[in-house]
């Protein structure tokens, strides 16, 4: 049943939406993955707990994932090393103007019904399809 993309990124999608809704309701945070992986960065006392757990969780689900479903991992030798390091940049850079990731933004923003989140997405969506057109043109 779960041998096609679109029933994955469904199953994924689903995934998404309720762990960021339990993070909500059981802790009341926001599954901002900038927000998080800032407050390690910058911790504040009795901040960290969860945030660890919340990251460790990704970083296992994609494993098991990538285990289960056998989902190949991305070849970053095929890409070269400026380039990854400009993209990193450029996201951290948007992630920064726009007072979040996309995460943030289309997972629980616009949840929230949030007009600065539809927006954001918006645009991060008008960019990454302009980035994409650029490369294959």
Avoid at 5 to 15: E, F, V
Avoid at 62 to 75: C, H, S
Wanted: glycine residues 16%; hydrophobic residues 55%; proline residues 3%.
């Amino acid at each position: 049943m779960f041998d096609s993309i679109p029933w994955i990124s469904l199953l994924g999608g689903m995934l998404l939406g309720v762990s960021a809704l339990l993070l909500m309701l059981v802790n009341g945070k926001t599954a901002g993955i900038s927000g998080v992986v800032n407050g390690l960065i910058t911790p504040t006392k009795g901040n960290v707990q969860w945030r660890l757990l919340f990251v460790g969780g990704m970083v296992l689900g994609g494993a098991l994932a990538m285990t289960q479903f056998e989902i190949a991992a991305p070849d970053f030798a095929q890409i070269p090393f400026a380039a990854l390091v400009v993209g990193g940049l450029l996201v951290g850079f948007g992630t920064r103007v726009a007072n979040g990731c996309t995460s943030g933004h289309g997972i629980c923003g616009i949840g929230r019904l949030s007009k600065r989140s539809i927006l954001a997405t918006l645009v991060f969506m008008l960019t990454a399809a302009i980035t994409v057109y650029l490369r294959l043109h």
